[in-house]
């Protein structure tokens, strides 16, 4: 079993509509989360961090955490174009190493 | 405050070529790594370093070396290059603790032909 599961399909949305993302880990050690952001040829930089179950809101986007059920999402309210990205979850464990989600490529469709 | 700077951007290579990546931070970090993306199935480590002179393999090391002199420096060395990797290479650093998280170079596409 992989340490993070993301389904790394492209998700489509009209301009406007909330994004959804989600990721799965396996291993309870974890204790760190975190969103990165991927423009078209250029590296992830860091979108989101956390370390605690519940919610983070930072502008139009919130992280969520669910450590009981290993589950982590980002969601992105009112999309715009500039939010066509990829889009990568991250988790770890204090130890430095972070696993790295597939990613998903989000294209916001004006 | 450039971050961390790539070198070069985009490089072609004949198989059987060694070439050198280039990593450099400004930030003082302790850790570095090197990453390489391939379409659809994210990133994985190659090395990583948590100091100048200690290093450690990742997941996919087979085919490259690394070194770490200065703190600022983590160059990536292919030898024999293989079509196997072709891919984008990312370097990337943090400070020690988790709270940070990593700051990634803009990454070098190469291609191996």
């Known amino acids: 079993q992989k340490e993070v599961e993301q389904d790394p399909g492209p998700l489509s949305v009209p301009e406007g509509a909330i994004v959804s993302l989600n990721c799965t880990y396996s291993?309870?050690?974890?204790?760190?989360f975190m969103w990165y952001r991927q423009y078209s040829r250029k590296g992830p930089e860091l979108l989101m961090y956390?370390?605690?179950?519940g919610n983070k809101e930072d502008g139009r986007f919130t992280a969520q955490v669910d450590k009981s059920s290993k589950y982590i999402s980002l969601f992105i309210r009112d999309s715009q174009p500039s939010d066509s990205a990829t889009y990568l979850c991250?988790?770890?464990?204090?130890?430095?190493?972070?696993?790295f989600g597939k990613g998903n490529q989000v294209v916001v469709i004006p | 405050n450039a971050g961390v700077t790539q070198t070069p951007k985009f490089r072609i290579l004949k198989i059987g070529q060694s070439m050198t990546l280039q990593c450099t931070q400004d930030?003082?970090?302790?850790?570095m790594y090197w990453y390489r993306q391939d379409p659809g199935m994210g990133l994985k480590l190659i090395y990583y370093?948590?100091?100048?002179?200690?290093?450690d393999k990742g997941e996919v090391p087979n085919g490259y070396n690394v070194s770490r002199s200065t703190t600022e420096d983590f160059p990536l060395r292919l030898e024999l290059a293989a079509p196997s990797q072709t891919s984008v290479y990312f370097c990337?650093?943090?400070?020690?603790?988790?709270?940070?998280?990593?700051?990634f170079g803009s990454g070098t596409r190469l291609t191996v032909v």
């Open positions: 956390t370390y605690s179950s």
């Open positions: 370093s948590v100091g100048a002179g200690i290093t």
């Open positions: 991250a988790i770890g464990s204090g130890n430095n190493r972070l696993a």
């Open positions: 291993n309870s050690a974890f204790q760190y």
């Open positions: 930030m003082n970090h302790n850790y």
């Open positions: 990337a650093s943090s400070y020690p603790g988790q709270n940070y998280g990593y700051t």
